[in-house]
């Protein structure tokens, strides 16, 4: 089967830089959303997408893409210089569709149609492999049909022809059943259909839709399907069309994962950007956001708003308020947060404590270690039974490159302590509170660099008041 995506429009509406089809829905470009559901329709979906306004764009996401999953590789692309319609922008293509297979009409602004939906259109064209299919149409009885093409039918049912909303008259304006713009088409008729299009019309457009005119004319059977969501034939025109579509997906996450055991404090405060995971009795408070992928294993808790990107946390772990954890590995029976920042990189075995306002990156961290308060641990490697004071930073950056700081098993650092990378702490040291460490601190010995306290007599000075009541204020 061939498949055509149309993504070569403005999006005047969303009043945006970004070329509409790259806008995020759910974490994604809405055209990734399409592509994703077009490759899963068959084996060898070589989709071919129609672009044009913000091409490079475009295209650099698509290569993105394909970079980061092979199977788009497969996914062609043609220009279209100027949007003369969505006629023309689908004649672009033709050099490219294998005329023996029908074709199948996607929008890049359409992002969540299923794929049963469309598996069930391409059924009811006659198959994947019929030379001369008939006409395939999704339809949908929409309440508010404004904006819409109408679908005409005659007096035995029979679909007839498409008709814009600002070519219609009142009469036609009164159909509620309308074109999602998606449908199956004999590509040899297509082709043939799409060289006749005139721009006759009040937009003065190569319109796709006065095809169906010509597959009647032309005897090609039209048969109609609609999708079982209405959601599913949404297109994205605007940022508020846009908002709702990401209301509804996420809705959609949310039910999934109550589904599966999981508890939402409120499923309508949890977005979901990507994949999330979970084990046997997960709690998710409020207000989080998931990004990439990320796995909770059983019992995991998740505090009120946290945001958690490409992160796996084993059992029991559990995560406090305003917590950010992005690319790391958590053990079970750790806790995190509140007001922590684990950064890339970084590996937490199992008990690990780290504390509010504590910052870890690209570190390991073994068995029971501590870092409960106000602290910057970075390029480091922690040995288990760590305690870590309030304040400690490990100083790895000296405006060029960047040092490991070693801290071995049992260490006891004091708070306020700098660790001046590259250097190591030997197992069962303990550094004085107040320690800046240049030098390696040996194992099992009380390290301590500050200047020797003492107290002297002093007094401390005194405000003189000024003499003079006139002087002005
Ligand atoms: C189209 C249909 C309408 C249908 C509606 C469903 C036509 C003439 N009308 O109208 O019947 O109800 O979709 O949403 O087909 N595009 C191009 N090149 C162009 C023009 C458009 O690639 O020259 C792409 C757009 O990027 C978009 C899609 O085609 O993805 C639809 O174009 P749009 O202008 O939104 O068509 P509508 O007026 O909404
Ligand atoms: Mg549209």
Redesign the pocket.
């Known amino acids: 089967m061939n498949i055509v995506i149309?993504?070569?429009?403005q999006g005047k509406r969303m009043k945006s830089a970004l070329p509409k089809v790259l806008q995020p829905l759910a974490g994604k470009p809405l055209l990734e959303h399409v592509l994703e559901t077009a490759i899963s329709l068959t084996k060898a979906a070589q989709p071919v997408v129609?672009i044009?306004h913000g091409a490079q764009y475009v295209n650099a996401f698509l290569s993105d893409l394909a970079n980061r999953n092979p199977r788009f590789k497969a996914i062609k692309t043609v220009l279209?210089k100027e949007?003369?319609?969505?006629g023309?922008?689908l004649l672009q293509t033709l050099t490219k569709l294998n005329k023996d297979l029908p074709t199948l009409v996607l929008?890049?602004?359409?992002p969540l149609t299923t794929k049963d939906t469309l598996q069930s259109l391409i059924r009811l064209a006659d198959g994947v492999r019929a030379k001369q299919s008939a006409l395939g149409l999704l339809t949908q009885n929409m309440e508010n049909p404004k904006g819409?093409?109408r679908i005409v039918r005659d007096q035995d049912g029979a679909v007839s022809a498409?008709v814009?909303e600002k070519d219609a008259s009142p009469s036609i304006k009164a159909i509620h059943e309308?074109?999602?713009?998606i449908m199956v088409l004999p590509s040899e008729s297509l082709s043939k259909w799409l060289k006749s299009l005139k721009t006759k019309n009040a937009q003065g457009?190569y319109?796709?839709?006065d095809v169906i005119a010509m597959a009647v004319r032309d005897g090609v059977p039209i048969r109609t399907s609609q999708a079982k969501n209405e959601y599913e034939i949404l297109?994205v025109?605007s940022r508020d069309q846009l908002a709702a579509l990401e209301r509804q997906i996420q809705r959609q996450r949310a039910a999934a994962l109550l589904e599966s055991g999981v508890t939402l404090f409120d499923p309508e405060r949890i977005d979901i950007r990507g994949e999330l995971s979970c084990g046997q009795d997960v709690w998710i408070d409020v207000g989080c956001v998931f990004e990439g992928r990320v796995h909770l294993a059983a019992g995991v808790r998740i505090g009120p708003y946290c945001v958690l990107k490409d992160t796996q946390i084993a059992t029991n772990t559990q995560v406090g308020a305003f917590t950010h954890i992005d690319g790391a590995q958590i053990g079970a029976e750790a806790r995190v947060g509140p007001y922590a920042r684990i950064r890339p990189g970084t590996i937490l075995a199992n008990e690990v404590h780290i504390g509010n306002f504590v910052e870890v990156k690209n570190t390991k961290i073994s068995a029971q270690s501590k870092a409960n308060h106000l602290a910057y641990v970075g390029d480091s490697i922690v040995g288990a039974r760590v305690n870590i004071g309030a304040g400690t930073i490990t100083c790895n950056y000296d405006g060029v490159n960047k040092h490991q700081t070693i801290i071995e098993d049992d260490v006891f650092i004091g708070s306020d302590t700098q660790l001046v990378a590259p250097v190591k702490v030997g197992k069962g040291a303990t550094l004085g509170a107040g320690t800046t460490l240049t030098k390696d601190a040996p194992a099992g010995k009380l390290t301590v660099s500050r200047a020797k306290q003492v107290s002297l007599d002093w007094q401390r000075p005194i405000k003189i008041k000024p003499k003079s009541s006139k002087v002005k204020k």
């Open positions: 149309l993504a070569a429009g129609v044009g279209q949007q003369k319609g969505t023309h922008a929008y890049g602004d359409v819409y093409g498409i814009e309308i074109n999602t713009g457009e319109y796709l839709t297109g025109n």
